[in-house]
């Protein structure tokens, strides 16, 4: 795990504050929260006044995230230890992509939020069908639960046919693989990740087409020929007449 760290001198001695961040970039589920956190430090002759976390905007002063109706009733700062903060925020947003830094202002030092923080990344699931996504039965199909960059818990996948659970399909690969696919395979399918399954993809439908087989009789013509009821009926002079016959028979015309 990358850490990631942000001094600010101080002004006495060697002193200095100080930014940790463990995770520099993050990929959440839209839907579900995120803990963003950091530790800090300043010299111990300095008390600490305020901290809070912001939205990093190009050529815009930070203000604190709890102030931003962007993110109303969404955001909290759960309590920790003295050194540490997290930034907690509910029920993401693809607008919620950006970059988060946190500050604090102690009796020595106040600054005003010039360098990088965790960068968060909230993206959607999606269902790709491989090779297409009308097949003919015997093919081998797989479908692929899709984001758009790695989610940072490694969730396992749950696929859905139908709107039914696929039994046995939950695991921490994000690929279904039907192999080799029928008719019974045909219909609706949808993913979502562990622990919420109201968070599914759109569907995307799998349309399966049959093959025909066609059945050959091994007798010849000349065994139609020899039949008593064609002789009686004067075919088996002309071979068309008794294929006509033929097929008569077997409901064709």
Request: hydrophobic residues 30%.
């Amino acid at each position: 795990m990358a850490l990631f760290l942000i001094y600010f001198s101080g002004l006495q001695g060697n002193s200095c504050h100080r930014v940790s961040y463990p995770t520099r970039t993050m990929c959440v589920l839209q839907g579900t929260p995120v803990d963003i956190s950091c530790t800090y430090s300043h010299p111990p002759d300095a008390t600490l006044i305020s901290t809070y976390w912001f939205k990093w905007r190009a050529n815009q002063e930070p203000s604190d995230l709890q102030s931003d109706s962007e993110y109303k009733g969404r955001v909290e700062y759960p309590v920790d230890e003295t050194g540490r903060s997290t930034l907690r925020i509910t029920d993401l947003r693809h607008t919620d992509s950006a970059e988060y830094c946190f500050t604090f202002r102690t009796s020595k030092h106040e600054w005003n939020g010039s360098l990088h923080g965790t960068t968060l990344t909230v993206t959607g699931l999606r269902v790709e069908v491989t090779p297409v996504a009308t097949v003919t039965e015997g093919q081998r199909v797989t479908l692929t639960c899709i984001t758009s960059c790695p989610l940072a818990d490694k969730p396992s996948y749950i696929w859905y046919q139908n709107n039914g659970p696929v039994n046995g399909s939950e695991n921490p690969e994000n690929q279904l693989v039907l192999d080799p696919v029928g008719p019974q395979h045909a219909g609706s399918y949808s993913c979502s990740v562990r622990n919420y399954p109201h968070l599914r993809s759109p569907e995307e439908t799998l349309t399966v087409q049959c093959t025909m087989s066609i059945l050959h009789h091994t007798s010849s013509v000349s065994d139609w020929l020899n039949l008593p009821s064609l002789k009686k009926e004067g075919f088996q002079k002309s071979p068309w007449p008794a294929r006509k016959a033929r097929y008569r028979g077997a409901g064709y015309h």
